[in-house]
């Protein structure tokens, strides 16, 4: 019974994307809340409709991604407003490729290939990423994760042959 749970957190950064969707949703709300007053009283239907849109939307814009090695396993799980999770991936790491630091020689093998790509990182440039490849629906999956050191070297620890520190 040598098996061991660790759990890390990231909070996924803002895109420009996401800024311009909550932004918008604002100014609509305020453009149709105007229009209905001032204008015409069928605006206010749509105030409503956007308003609902703004409810369900909003709190998926704010996300944080956990990672959770438990057993050989790697879960990813997306959690919105604190309050939502939903799993994106698991990962069984006795099938995995290779796993090593984004920026490691060990990866160029693989780099030629046509592979699917992931991303499961707080799209923070400056963090420590790693990549895996795993096999993953019939493909090879070049997944980006963020795993934090503890998760990281437990990885390394266990699977040295299929990993780089460098």
């Known amino acids: 019974m040598n098996d061991?749970?660790?759990e890390y957190r990231v909070h996924r950064q803002k895109t420009g994307r996401e800024t311009l969707i909550r932004y918008a949703l604002i100014l609509g709300a305020v453009l149709l809340a105007y229009l209905g007053f001032f204008i015409h009283p069928l605006f206010i239907i749509a105030l409503l409709a956007e308003t609902v849109a703004a409810?369900?939307?909003l709190p998926r814009l704010d996300v944080e991604i956990e990672?959770?090695?438990v057993a050989g396993e790697l879960s990813i799980d997306r959690i919105f407003s604190k309050s939502t999770r939903k799993n994106a991936v698991d990962f069984k790491l006795d099938s995995m490729e290779f796993f090593a630091p984004e920026k490691s020689s060990g990866?160029?093998?693989?780099?030629?290939?046509?592979?699917?790509?992931?991303?499961y990182t707080s799209l923070d440039?400056?963090?420590?990423?790693?990549?895996?490849i795993i096999p993953w629906e019939g493909n090879r999956l070049w997944a980006v994760l963020e795993p934090g050191e503890k998760i990281a070297s437990e990885i390394i620890s266990r699977y040295p042959s299929r990993s780089a520190r460098i």
Do not use: E
């Not at 990866?107 to 991303?119: C, E, H, K």
């Open 67 to 69: 990672y959770l090695f």
């Open 107 to 119: 990866l160029d093998p693989f780099r030629t290939g046509s592979l699917q790509t992931a991303d």
């Open 4 to 6: 061991i749970s660790l």
């Open 125 to 132: 440039p400056g963090a420590d990423r790693y990549v895996m």
């Open 55 to 57: 409810v369900i939307i």
